[in-house]
């Protein structure tokens, strides 16, 4: 059983159990569907929003506030009798005893289990699939031999609208909540009767109706109700200690201005032994005609009000997840790798495409929107479960390119907008994005759909994917290498090259890299001319870079503005650069002599107990011409973390270097449930990557943060899939390669590919057998299986001989 002192996954890995609240941080989790959110903690506590976390905040939770996760959605259950009062999450009465505690992270739920004075409770949290409501669904039993007289409690303090908004002026839009009690439906419906739905903070007011209602209610009779948070709440008081609750009494407040809650109460009797099954459910839908509120196009209300109904929502959750999960698994020696590819892994990732970088503890989802680099790598755990929905996905981000190739750096939902920050890497990532799906699928259809620029005219998939790579070969410094601009996939080398002269020899590794991963591409389009042109590119580039980046023992990592170098052995700071040495091997630039030199300058300078070191050493003087990696304190983030993203590509180096047994002990080294072994100094959640580790750098060396919401899961997955375990797609077919390390005998792993299942069972040649890949006992050929081999629906048993 993998464990450590606060929680431990459950044999099948399908759920995370906490079993001491007082964890070093919040610990997370999300439930969602495509358009409504939320982020819930092993407390209750987090937020909800609808289609983005900015203009759409539907609750609140407080940043920077201590304890860290409050408000969140509660309920809380009083005995009548004693007074006593206790909520079925821990908090926010977290001063008081409770008797048992235990929190399952599961896919797409929350379930919390408690028990106290002779109740035991237990609240599961989900969003249904197509409803844009979260229910929360509750049990509970009476646990003693006398008859008890409950009163329920359920709340959430509300937003409705724009949370940058609510934040900086938050005493004027509480000028505009309305919340009213329906009585007939035993519902609160609360609005706001003002949008700020401004692209960028701006005093400009516009004249808009927050588009929809939100709705509150409970499958039990309602008793009483709040909309009024300072009258539910009362006076130097928290939501620890209601006065309603203390009281006894709702104060039926409906509100017209002022600071919104929605509050239920219900009362209800168990006898010794008895329990009760009941939800509440919190919704929203548009606003069309008055006292619509129930016939709602996306709210199908009368679903939601009767407990059957809701279970069927939630088994439709987890059987979208068993769907979801069926697209790949493995069987090795290794439980923790178990555990992370079969489920967490995967799942992180699909928290990833839906979440972008903006939307969590860590991202308060008000700053970044979806970044367009991120966009076109989080797609990769998508691209196997739903393909069409990656495609939409990619559809929608070409829309925020320019006619010339470059690109936006980030984008918001409902408003569109975004800004140009020239940061040279990211137009790289359309190319990138759209070969993995067309390996992945084979559909060649989406090249020919046309997409409009951001500034002007429109093109097919193609010429948008092929301009990205004509204006990244373009944006070159005079002697022929790609500029770093404003910096490159890392955002804090943002002073090398503002002045338009510094170089990225990361950038130019990583466009050789996109180059050659998209000429079967232009093979296919017939593309000539571009072929000629770019493929000379590339090898102007190779030979160029291996006359003036290489440092010795390692690639130097850009040139700034003045044509200094960073990344070399001649600083003091700042020597050498992970992500130079791993794209010169990942890229085939590198020469076999100097592709082991970087393999063993890295292992020597940045290979850490958790992972592999960013740059070393970390900054400690500013340097006004490299940038923010520079101000940052040494050891975290970007200067000088274990940044998990850019150690992951480091793996994939090392297996394209066939060094595999240093990659599988890298590999292992990150995995959260490895590297949260120290979990009081770890502190964050040990079942998803974390951005970074903090290195031997920073006096805190071990702690980790921004977990859940990192480019890091999708390669960790890819990198597993991929290169481990060796399903390499293709456009005409898969090939088969995988690698084994010497400390295990053999694995066994199963991947769907269009519509077909691959397992593959890898063991050691014995004396006399040859290398490679057989089906059904016979060699295939080059270990490559073409796509017309492959029908739906089958199950192909191959075995590959190492
Ligand atoms: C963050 C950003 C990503 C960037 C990385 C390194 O993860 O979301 O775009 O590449 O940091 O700076």
């Given amino acids: 059983m993998i464990k450590n002192k606060y929680g431990y996954f459950t044999d099948d890995y399908r759920e995370y159990v906490i079993t001491d609240p007082k964890t070093p941080r919040p610990w997370f989790n999300y439930i969602w569907n495509k358009d409504f959110a939320g982020l819930i903690s092993h407390t209750g506590g987090g937020f909800s929003f609808l289609e983005t976390p900015r203009d759409n905040r539907l609750t609140r939770m407080r940043y ?26 821990w908090a926010p009465t977290i001063d008081k005893h409770y008797d048992e505690y235990e929190c399952r992270h599961g896919q797409g739920y929350t379930s919390i289990k408690t028990k106290f004075l002779g109740i035991s409770g237990k609240i599961t949290y989900f969003v249904p699939r197509e409803t844009n409501a979260e229910v929360w669904r509750v049990s509970l039993k009476n646990m003693t031999d006398e008859v008890k007289e409950l009163e329920i409690y359920s709340f959430a303090e509300l937003m409705m609208g724009n949370a940058l908004n609510d934040i900086i002026n938050q005493p004027n839009d509480k000028h505009f909540t309305d919340i009213n009690f329906d009585k007939a439906n035993n519902t609160l419906i609360a609005t706001r009767r003002y949008w700020v739905l401004n692209k960028k903070v701006s005093v400009e007011q516009p004249n808009l109706d927050w588009k929809y209602h939100l709705l509150f209610t409970s499958t039990l009779p309602v ?24 009281r006894g009494e ?54 939601l009000k009767e407990i059957s109904k809701l279970d069927g929502l939630f088994g439709e959750v987890k059987e979208y997840w068993n769907g979801y999960l069926s697209h790949f698994s493995v069987e090795t020696p290794d439980e923790k790798i178990n555990a992370s590819l079969n489920v967490w892994n995967q799942y992180q990732a699909a928290v990833t495409f839906d979440m ?88 060649l259809t989406i090249l020919n759909e046309v997409v409009k620029f951001y500034d002007e005219g429109e093109a097919t998939v193609y010429e948008h994917t092929a301009r990205a790579l004509d204006f990244a070969i373009s944006a070159v410094s005079e002697r022929g290498l790609p500029k770093i601009m404003n910096g490159d996939w890392n955002d804090t080398l943002d002073k090398v090259g503002p002045r338009g002269k510094g170089e990225t020899i990361w950038g130019a ?95 020597k300078h940045l290979l850490k107990p958790d992972g592999i070191q960013i740059c070393w050493p970390s900054y400690t003087k500013v340097e006004e011409n490299t940038g923010l990696i520079s101000r940052c304190v040494p050891g975290k983030k970007e200067n000088g973390a274990i940044f998990n993203h850019a150690s992951s590509w480091f ?40 951005e970074y580790v903090t290195s031997p750098d920073h006096p805190t060396e071990g702690q980790a943060s921004h977990s859940w919401l990192t480019g890091t899961a999708v390669w960790m997955l890819r990198i597993g899939m991929d290169q481990i375990f060796g399903f390499k797609p293709e456009i005409s077919g898969i090939t088969i390669d995988p690698v084994l390390p010497s400390y295990w005998d053999g694995f066994r792993a199963k991947r769907k590919f269009r519509g077909c299942e691959l397992d593959l069972t890898v063991k050691r040649a014995a004396a006399g057998e040859t290398s490679g890949l057989y089906l059904n006992g016979s060699p295939v050929e080059n270990n490559f299986i073409p796509a017309e081999n492959l029908t739906q629906d089958r199950a192909l048993q191959l075995t590959y001989l190492v």
């Fill in 651 to 690: 793996v994939m180096a090392s297996i394209v270097a066939g060094d595999i047994d240093s990659a599988v002990d890298i590999y292992k080294r990150m995995l959260p449930a490895n590297s949260s072994e120290r979990i009081d100094t770890y502190e964050v959640e040990p079942y998803v990557f974390a």
């Fill in 250 to 303: 709702m104060f039926n407040t409906e509100i017209t201005a002022g600071d919104p809650v929605v509050a239920l109460q219900n009362k209800i009797k168990l006898d010794p032994g008895e329990g009760v099954e009941f939800a509440i459910i919190m919704g929203v839908a548009p606003k069309n005609e008055e006292d619509a509120a129930f016939k709602y196009q996306h709210l199908d209300w009368s679903n």
């Fill in 64 to 89: 920077n506030c201590l304890p860290w996760d409050r408000p969140g959605r509660y309920v809380m259950v009083k005995d009548v009798k004693s007074g006593e009062y206790r909520s079925l999450s």
């Fill in 509 to 603: 590794f990583f466009l050789g890299y996109v180059i050659k991963k998209t000429l079967p591409l232009l093979g296919l389009m017939n593309d000539q001319k571009r072929i000629k042109d770019w493929s000379e590119a590339y090898v102007k580039m190779e030979k160029l870079i291996n006359e003036v980046a290489w440092d010795g023992e390692w690639y130097i990592r850009a040139f700034n503005d003045f044509m200094e170098p960073l990344g070399t052995h001649k600083s003091e700071q700042g020597k050498i650069f992970i992500n130079a040495q791993s794209w010169a091997i990942i890229s085939g630039m590198a020469p076999e002599d100097r592709a082991k030199l970087c393999l063993e300058s890295v292992k």
């Fill in 223 to 246: 008793t009483g109700f709040d909309g009024s948070l300072d009258k539910f709440i009362g006076r130097w008081r928290s939501e620890a200690n209601p006065e309603a609750v203390e």
């Fill in 356 to 443: 972008a970088r903006n939307s969590g503890y860590y991202h308060g989802g008000l700053l970044f929107g979806n970044g367009i680099r991120d966009q076109f790598q989080d797609i990769l755990g998508m691209l196997l479960p739903e393909p069409g929905r990656v495609k939409a996905r990619m559809l929608n981000a070409l829309k925020y390119q320019f006619s010339d190739g470059s690109t936006l750096h980030n984008f918001f939902k409902i408003t569109e907008w975004g800004e140009k920050t020239n940061h040279s890497d990211t137009p790289l990532w359309i190319p990138f994005g759209i070969t993995e799906y067309l390996n992945e699928t084979g559909d």
